[in-house]
C-alpha cells in the first residue's frame, strides 16, 4: 500500500476563495482523521470519522470548514471562504478500529496551504 | 474525557546523553498508548506502541514502559543521536472517555547537537 495519499501538497490561495483537500487512507483502515498544524497552536484534531460517518467535529473552527467521506477510500476537507488565519499544514490519517481502540494511525504527508 | 500531557520542549542535548520525555495519561479505562515522531516537514510516524500495562514498546533504541500505576509512558533512549533531532508526540487510544478517538499530547521538541 502506498500509505495515505493527500493532495495537493502545497496550496497557496487568495483570501475569500474556496480550498479543497483530499485525502485516501489506507485500504482496510476504518477511520479517518483530519488535523490541522501550526507553530501557535501546535497539532489539533478537526474531525475524526468510523466507517464514514462523522464521530467527532467538535475541533471544526466554523461553518467555513466542512468535512465529507463518501465512500471508504476517500476523504474531503473544504474550507469557504479561506481567511490567512487558516494557514497550517493539514494532515490526515487512517487507522483500524477494533475492539474500542485504535491500531496505529498511519499519516499523510500533510498539505501545506497558504492564504494571502 | 480523556487527555495526555506530556513535558514542555524544547529539549536540547549532546549527541550520546540519555534521553527522558516524560508522558502521563488520564484515562476512564485501560488505553493502546503510542510514541510518534515527526521529523522536519514530515508528517507524524508511529515510533512504538504498548496495548496493556507493564508492556514495553521499544524502536530505534527508543523504549517506553506503559505503568498504570503511575499512568505513564515514559519516552528513553541511551544514547541520542544527531539524527533523532525531532518533535516526539504521546497519544492514547481506547481510553473510554474520548469517543473512541486518538488523543495526541503537545509534542516535545528534540534538538540534539554533535
Known amino acids: 500500500d502506498a500509505g495515505v495519499i493527500q493532495s495537493p501538497r502545497h496550496e497557496v490561495t487568495e483570501m475569500g476563495q474556496e480550498v479543497t483537500l483530499r485525502c485516501k487512507p489506507i485500504?482496510?483502515?476504518?477511520?479517518l482523521f483530519w488535523y490541522r498544524q501550526t507553530m501557535m497552536r501546535g497539532l489539533e484534531l478537526l474531525i475524526y470519522?468510523?466507517?464514514?460517518?462523522?464521530?467527532?467535529d467538535s475541533g471544526m473552527p466554523e461553518d467555513r470548514f466542512s468535512a465529507k467521506m463518501p465512500n471508504a477510500s476517500f476523504s474531503t476537507l473544504k474550507i469557504q471562504p479561506s481567511e490567512p488565519r487558516d494557514s497550517a499544514v493539514y494532515f490526515c490519517?487512517?487507522?483500524?478500529?477494533?475492539?474500542?481502540?485504535?491500531?496505529?494511525?498511519?499519516f499523510g504527508q500533510g498539505t501545506r496551504l497558504t492564504v494571502v | 474525557g480523556d487527555s495526555v500531557t506530556q513535558m514542555e520542549g524544547p529539549v536540547t542535548l549532546s549527541e550520546e546523553a540519555f534521553l527522558t520525555i516524560n508522558c502521563t495519561y488520564t484515562?476512564?479505562?485501560?488505553?493502546?498508548l503510542f510514541w510518534y515522531v515527526q521529523y522536519p516537514g514530515e508528517g507524524l510516524q508511529l515510533l512504538l506502541k504498548?496495548?496493556?500495562?507493564?508492556d514495553k514498546g521499544s524502536n530505534k533504541g527508543f523504549e517506553a514502559t506503559y505503568r498504570k500505576e503511575t499512568t505513564s509512558f515514559h519516552l528513553e533512549k541511551g544514547s541520542v543521536q544527531v539524527s533523532d533531532s525531532a518533535v516526539y508526540f504521546c497519544a492514547l487510544s481506547g481510553g473510554g472517555g474520548s469517543q473512541g478517538n486518538l488523543i495526541f499530547g503537545k509534542g516535545t521538541k528534540l534538538s540534539v547537537k554533535p
Open positions: 484515562a476512564t479505562g485501560y488505553p493502546s
Open positions: 504498548a496495548t496493556k500495562a507493564d
Open positions: 490519517a487512517s487507522s483500524f478500529w477494533t475492539g474500542g481502540r485504535h491500531t496505529e494511525a498511519f
Open positions: 485500504s482496510g483502515h476504518n477511520s
Open positions: 470519522f468510523n466507517n464514514n460517518v462523522p464521530i467527532d
